[in-house]
């Protein structure tokens, strides 16, 4: 036990002595790693906002089944006996024309003044239907969408298919693209961190062939560097965090209101606790890769 | 102890730095390398040492095959010897007592076993006057002093010594070959590179000799 303390104190302590002999090298490297994990950081909390719309759209899951001017009771009410059977029912409004018109009118007589003038009434009687959250909500809707148009007197159903499979499509978009440029930050970042500590192997070559020369085993002269490159991923990425954060505040307190009112309730948030520590993670690891990439070789080399 | 058979050795295309040498050193043996520049004096010690490969031939070091060693049990081959450097090889950022006491930490000795043997092998060489100087403050034989003390201080078996005095005058390399007599009294096993003649005559040990990656007769 007294024999692995000792170990990791004397590990420690290199590592210290490595990041004091290049500090230069070392600081650029976590420069440029926080400025790689908060562009990064920056396409997540972007990610994670249009998500929230996503389920706030789930939450929100309606069916507008409007009806013809020619409908009869009979037919109307086979409409509303068939939504009540739904298990997904949440709850069912009925707007007459006249009553719908009237509505139309309060929300858009500002923006659309034109059709104020019309004399006669050009919307359909519906029935809005608000549906509880469903898993695959755009082919539920498609099913329940179809129920209703075969019905007598249904003159149209909307559900807003095509904006939503547009939406979510784009968000697919977005995670193919995240995962894309995620795993090209992180190899481009694997490199440039093993080439940082390429240049701190170097600084300290006749050392390491000391050792290796001594008997020391290679983990030994391995895990200073390993542990050197995992603080500069570490440092970098919460840097990286804390800018993130930064810019998250200052948009949310500039243009919180704006963006909520013109995207559907759009908040710039921050990225959750999971997503921050998976950075941090990720940052450890990307170092300790690097890091291992050149004293991997560089043992192997003098091994051989 | 050290068994060489036919080892040969070549670099890129040029003639052979080896060339199929045989040779037997006995344990607790004192024997002088020599040869002049060129011979192969190194490249035979970097092979004992596992530094360098041989191309073919067989070395075994107290019966085992060391071409055989996977690279990653390497350090344990090595442990049993310690090499002495013509240049010295210290860390110029450490002291003379950690530069020695680095070469015990290096394989996980307890500090206070470190403390303990460092100060005593400094005894055997005549330094501990200087045991908190720095490398360049030391004179070339100060240095190698500390250079063979970092060799001995983890009880090698065997010590390679690759020109240790090639960088001292006459009356200090005397003085530097007493202490690795001293150490082949212990029990150690030494194989002494060296060009310099008069020492080789001057002394009472077995000689092997290397002339263009050949062994001949001295």
Known sequence: ?304 | MIQVFNAHKVYGSSSPALDNVSLNVKRGEFVFLTGPSGAGKTTLLKILFRWENIDSGQILINGVNISKIPANKIYAHRRQIGFVFQDYRLLPNKTVFENIAFAQEILGIPQKTVRKRTWETLKNVGLTHKKDSFPLQLSGGEQQRAAIARALVNDPQLILADEPTGNLDPEISVEILKLFEKAQSLGVTIVFATHNQEMIRSGKHPVIMLHRGKRVQP
């Not at chain 1, 086979?78 to 007459?96: N, T, V």
């Not at chain 1, 810019?247 to 963006?259: I, K, M, R, W």
């Not at chain 1, 309730?265 to 291992?292: C, E, K």
Request: charged fraction near 20%; glycine fraction near 8%; aromatic fraction near 12%.
């Open chain 1, 1 to 304: 036990m007294k024999a692995y303390l000792h170990f990791a104190i004397n590990v420690v302590l290199t590592t210290y002595g490595n990041i004091r002999a290049s500090k230069k090298v070392f600081f650029v490297s976590i420069a440029t790693s926080s400025v790689a994990f908060s562009i990064l950081g920056l396409f997540l909390c972007f990610y994670v906002s249009l998500s929230g719309i996503l389920e706030k759209l789930d939450d929100q899951v309606r069916v507008i089944v409007y009806l013809e001017d020619s409908i009869t009771e009979e037919q109307s009410l086979d409409i509303e006996e068939l939504a009540r059977k739904l298990p997904e029912l949440e709850s069912i409004k009925s707007f007459s024309r006249e009553s719908a018109w009237e509505e139309f009118k309060e929300n858009f007589s500002d923006k659309l003044p034109v059709l104020m003038e019309l004399e006669s009434n050009p919307l359909p009687a519906s029935y809005d239907l608000k549906l509880k959250p469903v898993s695959d909500s755009v082919e539920k809707l498609k099913e329940i969408a179809g129920k209703f148009a075969k019905l007598e007197g249904v003159e149209a159903v909307d559900f807003g298919e095509q904006w939503i499979s547009r939406f979510k499509g784009f968000m697919l978009f977005l995670q193919v693209f995240l995962v894309s440029a995620g795993g090209l930050l992180t190899l481009g970042l694997v490199l440039i961190l093993s080439n940082t500590i390429e240049l701190s192997i170097y600084s300290k070559q006749s050392e390491i062939e000391l050792m290796l020369m001594i008997g020391a085993t290679p983990l030994f002269i391995k895990l200073p560097f390993l542990l050197e490159g995992a603080v500069q991923g570490i440092l970098g990425s919460t840097i990286a965090l804390g800018f993130v954060k930064g810019f998250q505040l200052y948009v949310d307190a500039q243009f919180g209101e704006d963006l909520a009112s013109a995207l559907f309730g759009l908040r710039f948030d921050y990225l959750p606790p999971a997503y921050a520590w998976g950075i941090v993670l990720l940052s450890a690891l990307v170092g300790w890769l690097g890091s291992m990439l050149s004293v991997g070789q560089f043992i192997s080399i003098k091994q051989k």
